[in-house]
């Protein structure tokens, strides 16, 4: 394996800086931490400890070092929050990685974590593989900031029960839930396993593609109804509204005369026609357009009538008497 000495600096006891060696494989990459992530390459921070720590159990890194060699993998931003910080809260690799997480670190509450966890779901592009490692790096993260916060021994449980109520498949969920019924100690690779095989096959698929054309089919058919209801409503309304509307017509219209006959005659049933612009009192009388008088119409005014008459009489020659002649 090639090696590489890298010198870093350190203080003797004299108080004189020194110069120590530690040798490294080239060939194991460890990212540099900057601080916020600006791209997708740029590395997070649970990551990057990650990386440091493996770098130092894989080069052999005295304890002494490790606080250098994290050091050395860090750039701006956070290698300048690290180097204000005094050299004795910084001089171990642990308390680098304390500096960097109360700056950096997720400060997320655990219920908040627990219940991201607990409502996790596949995507719709996510496989069942991809979906089951998302769980897994979830629940990393967790323990990694709350150890106690699921049990050591209930984690695969715990992932197992998520993973197959998160599943896009209805129909998958109810296999693998068989699955866990028939042996209930089954662990969540094996699980996992099984939906990976159920999704290559493609045997769910229809049954997958034939349940949801019925969940549109129900979903048109309850759309149906609601707008049935609807126009139920608006016509029940309309029609509330007519019959309110006759109702107040039927008040707005004059009281009729009363027929006032003889107790066994019938009253007269022929609509009386007049002209358009015939007038008539409050009470539906009609008013006479020859004397003004209401009660009765011009045709049979009894005014006319007698003014007609005297105007019609017959001229009476006057005959004069005379005298019989004397003579005679």
Request: glycine share 4%; proline share 7%.
């Amino acid at each position: 394996m090639p090696l590489d000495g890298v010198a870093s600096s350190s203080v003797n006891n004299g108080g004189e800086p020194a110069m120590t060696y530690m040798y490294m494989p080239m060939n194991l990459q460890v990212p540099t931490f900057i601080g916020p992530a600006k791209s997708v390459n740029d590395p997070k921070l649970a990551d990057w400890i990650s990386a440091v720590k493996a770098a130092c159990h894989a080069w052999n890194t005295p304890a002494d070092q490790q606080a250098n060699l994290a050091i050395r993998y860090l750039g701006g931003e956070a290698k300048r929050e690290v180097s204000v910080v005094e050299e004795s809260k910084r001089n171990t690799a642990a308390k680098v990685f304390t500096i960097l997480k109360e700056v950096y670190g997720d400060k997320t509450p655990e219920t908040t974590l627990m219940a991201s966890f607990y409502s996790q779901g596949q995507g719709n592009e996510e496989s069942a593989r991809q979906y089951g490692l998302s769980l897994q790096e979830s629940i990393k993260h967790i323990l990694n900031r709350f150890p106690n916060a699921v049990p050591v021994a209930k984690v695969d449980q715990a992932l197992r029960d998520r993973f197959i109520a998160g599943l896009r498949s209805p129909t998958m969920q109810m296999e693998l839930r068989r699955e866990v019924r028939k042996k209930q100690d089954v662990t969540f690779e094996t699980i996992r396993d099984e939906a990976v095989q159920l999704e290559s096959e493609g045997s769910v698929e229809p049954m997958v593609a034939a349940m949801q054309q019925v969940r549109e089919k129900e979903s048109t058919l309850s759309s149906l109804e609601s707008k049935l209801s609807s126009w139920q409503d608006s016509m029940e309304k309309a029609v509330r509204d007519l019959q309110a509307e006759v109702a107040r017509l039927k008040v707005s219209q004059p009281p009729t005369r009363e027929y006032r006959g003889r107790p066994d005659a019938q009253p007269p049933t022929r609509e009386y026609r007049g002209r358009p612009d015939d007038q008539f009192t409050q009470d539906g009388r009609p008013i006479c357009r020859y004397c003004r008088i209401p009660g009765h119409v011009e045709r049979i005014c009894r005014k006319k009538m007698a003014a007609a008459s005297s105007q019609n009489a017959p001229m009476v020659p006057e005959v004069r008497q005379t005298r019989p002649n004397q003579s005679n």
